[in-house]
């Protein structure tokens, strides 16, 4: 929670728009002349540095007080150390300029990191004036330079399973990856593999079948069962939530205005139960779903439901209130039942953290340079938000059962995997994000917490599976991108 905070404090949350879609740009490789490109200059040598004692003086001498007391001077230095640990240096590339309006505010520098060999942003904005000081910082990804993708050449399965392979070992060596990895296509296996530790307690390696935490992955099969329900008839989309949802968690004035689908979409209004009360609270309050509604009943709106989009967990997890409002049991029995077992997934569920489950990895994250785990941040019991677990093998059961309409009929599962720009959700569907374009669409879902990062993409068209499972910070997201890169590639 505390690592999810800080990075959307410095910034990183600005990149979501922007990478989701394509957008004309031109570059200039050459270092903007005077008070920028100095600053630009600087901070990629400080980053490269490793240097705490380097990072806190360029914080306090070239960062203006507003940015810099945005967070606590510790919060600052933890996000320049994982920048540096996941790239071992940053090389300058370039300069991005958009055509139109820019999908960020600030400069856009392109750099390489050495580490992937990937593509990273980073957006700044200094102030016009002397001393020109930094008021806005951000690191997150990028799309590759345009001339690079276009000269790139065609690849056959073999040759992506190679280059994977090796990509994998080396962020495995480097200790920036810890978990497994699975690609398929047309649902047979062309690769897969482990690495790292589920236990650095007891030196217990991680396996193929190895459970790791799904983060926000759960949301697809949260996404899933109401489009069951909705089939079975037992419930509308256009249903207002409050034929679910009593006044012990919200009041009517909001479970009026939201529907089912908005729920789904992401366009309710409503926000996250991670707030500080979740944050001071003993996790093993919170178990059954009814646990939540202290984290839940103070919520309002931030707009009307279906005139704008923003993430929301707590959205995500009132859809498992309404799965035991409709169907009179409870919401985990119910995805166990009629998501996991048609499926095949016998390595799935929510488990409960305080008993022992075999082969589950724990998940890690560094602080101060030591590894911590993140059994004390976490929800106890995952739900229909997030936090369940699985395994690469088990997700691509999922991913075979949706394609072949067991879970759904072929129009529920064309419904829940299609964007909604209706509902101004244009690259969300029903608990799924979707990217791409035609004849390349990309469905499925990321998950991430402290400790926590996985990814499941399913190609569409071309008929690949990439997945990705990592207990490491931020561990899935330089191979996911890797993956997606091999596959664009593909013959």
Known sequence: MRKTTVL?????????????HAQGYNENRELPEGALGERIRELIDVVNSDDADRVRSFIEAACTPEFRDMAPMEEHLHVFADTYRGSSGLDFYGVREYEGDAP?????????????????????????????????????????????????????????VARLDAFVKRLAEADVFSGSVLLAKDG?????????????????????????????????FTGVAIQQLVERGKLQLTDPISKYVSTDWLPREITDKI?????????????SYFNETFIESSKLRFREL????????????????????RYSNTGMFLLGVVIESVTGGSYFDYVRENVYKPAGMQNSDCYDMDRPVKNLAIGYTREGGEWANNLYLHVVRGGPAGGGFSTVEDLLLFDRALRGHKLLSAEGTETVWSAKPELGSPDYGFGFSVGGGEGDRRVGHGGGFTGINSNLDMFLDSGYTAIVMSNYDEGAAPIREKMRELIAAAD
């Open 8 to 20: 959307a404090i410095l910034g990183l949350a600005i990149f979501l728009p922007w990478t989701a």
């Open 259 to 271: 529907q089912v689908r908005h729920l789904l979409t992401h366009t309710s209004g409503l926000g």
């Open 290 to 309: 009814d646990d939540y509604k202290p984290l839940v009943q103070n919520e309002t709106l931030a707009f009307e439901p279906g005139t704008d989009w």
């Open 104 to 160: 960020v505010q600030g400069t856009v520098v392109i750099v390489r990191n050495r580490l992937t060999e990937g593509w990273s942003a980073i957006v700044l904005e200094i102030e016009p004036q002397p001393p020109h000081r930094i008021a806005r910082l951000g690191f997150g990804p990028a799309r590759p330079p345009r001339d690079l993708v276009q000269s790139a050449a065609k690849l056959s399965d073999g040759e992506i």
């Open 188 to 220: 047979k296996v062309l690769y897969m593999a482990a690495h790292g530790l589920a236990s650095k307690r007891f030196d217990a390696p991680n396996r193929i079948d190895t459970k790791f935490n799904l983060g926000s992955m759960n949301k697809m």
